[in-house]
């Protein structure tokens, strides 16, 4: 079975301060992780995705997160915050590249990012 | 293209009574999924259909939701004699082929009081 934890319901930086939003998993196969972005009252936005290529991947906005299979963990970060960054972020994880063969991309419970100016 | 598209955004019903969303994928996506996110969690899977077909479905899913996908266009969500913990944001989602991105819409809010 595969899980998704995410340390810090709620993360708060001031602008313009590294970002570093944690993302630790489970499986019992090679992983695809993926991080998500949501605004307010808005869906969910794929900010980059892990799929066994580079282990540093890059995304939208600045962001980017490792892959690090010895601590099973995939944090995303942001050298210096933004205050359009604020909003809920979320890891994922699935057993297939696009997380859809089966319908199973399986999401922690999210951590909210806040900007102080 | 307008991206994935739902409606309403927002019901608000009293328990018992049934309710039906609806979600219009991006054109010529074939694969459509359907979540629910209750508050302070993370989306989780209900089901999903490739074309017609609707090919999982998770036990969250009970007896009282049913989804369709008629001719593999738009999908329903229907979930009968609401009850309170069903109150929840309902997101669909679609994808073009195995390997695609899933792109989400912005989601159906619903209060069951």
């Known amino acids: 079975a595969q899980s998704v934890t995410q340390l810090g319901s709620h993360v708060s930086v001031s602008e313009g301060a590294l970002v570093l939003l944690r993302c630790n998993y489970s499986s019992s196969v090679p992983p695809y992780l993926f991080w998500y972005v949501q605004y307010p009252n808005q869906g969910l936005q794929l900010l980059l995705k892990?799929?066994?290529?580079?282990?540093l991947v890059k995304g939208i906005n600045g962001f980017e997160a490792e892959f690090k299979k010895s601590e099973t963990s995939f944090h995303l970060t942001k050298p210096s915050a933004h205050m359009s960054d604020a909003a809920e972020y979320f890891c994922a994880v699935s057993d297939t590249p696009d997380g859809g063969s089966q319908g199973n991309l399986i999401f922690g419970k999210g951590t909210k990012l806040s900007v102080k100016p | 293209d307008t991206g994935v598209s739902q409606d309403p955004r927002h019901k608000i019903t009293k328990r018992g009574q049934n309710v039906t969303f609806r979600c219009d994928p991006i054109?010529?996506?074939?694969?459509l999924y359907w979540y629910r996110q209750t508050l302070g969690q993370g989306p989780e899977f209900l089901t999903y259909f490739q074309n017609e077909a609707q090919l999982e479905k998770s036990r969250l899913l009970s007896d009282r939701f049913s989804a369709e996908r008629p001719k593999g266009s738009f999908s329903t969500l229907e979930i009968q004699r609401t009850e309170q913990g069903d109150s929840a944001m309902y997101l669909c989602?679609?994808?073009?082929?195995?390997?695609?991105?899933?792109?989400f819409g912005p989601g159906t809010r619903l209060t069951v009081t």
């Open positions: 989602a679609s994808s073009l082929e195995l390997g695609a991105e899933q792109y």
């Open positions: 892990y799929t066994s290529a580079a282990t």
């Open positions: 054109s010529e996506h074939n694969r």
